[in-house]
């Protein structure tokens, strides 16, 4: 059980990524997912996440209105799409995923501790 996350690079401020994080099997593509990225040095921040069902994803207010999480089932795949990028979102990026299908309440999607399966980082950076 895995997910390979991929999509990272280097873009100049303003300028846009989609990162994909690919599950090895469906069953884990469906439950609660999420994005959240960590620099040298500092604890992994929440990004967003999206429940098993679907409803509303969250976001943290750092980049809401500018990042936009979504999921492809028959792929296997969460994207975070990231638009008007700032060097402030300068990170690796981890998506990260439950294994059990039981769904989360809402106050916990930004916890790092309630996912147990993980993807390695990949690095975006950005220019000013």
């Known amino acids: 059980v895995q997910l390979q996350a991929c999509g990272g690079g280097l873009v100049q401020a303003g300028g846009c990524l989609r990162l994909s994080c690919t599950a090895s099997e469906r069953a884990l593509a469906t439950n609660d997912m999420g994005w959240f990225r960590q620099i040298p040095g500092k604890e992994r921040e929440f990004v967003a996440g999206?429940?098993?069902?679907?409803?509303?994803?969250y976001y943290a207010d750092s980049v809401k209105g500018r990042f936009a999480i979504s999921r492809d089932i028959s792929k296997n795949t969460v994207y975070l799409q990231m638009n008007s990028l700032k060097p402030e979102d300068t990170a690796s990026y981890y998506c990260?995923?439950?294994?059990?299908?039981?769904?989360?309440?809402?106050?916990?999607?930004?916890?790092?501790?309630?996912?147990?399966?993980w993807g390695q980082g990949t690095l975006v950076t950005v220019f000013s």
């Open positions: 999206i429940r098993r069902g679907g409803g509303y994803p």
């Open positions: 990260a995923a439950r294994s059990s299908s039981n769904r989360i309440i809402s106050s916990a999607v930004g916890q790092p501790s309630v996912y147990d399966v």
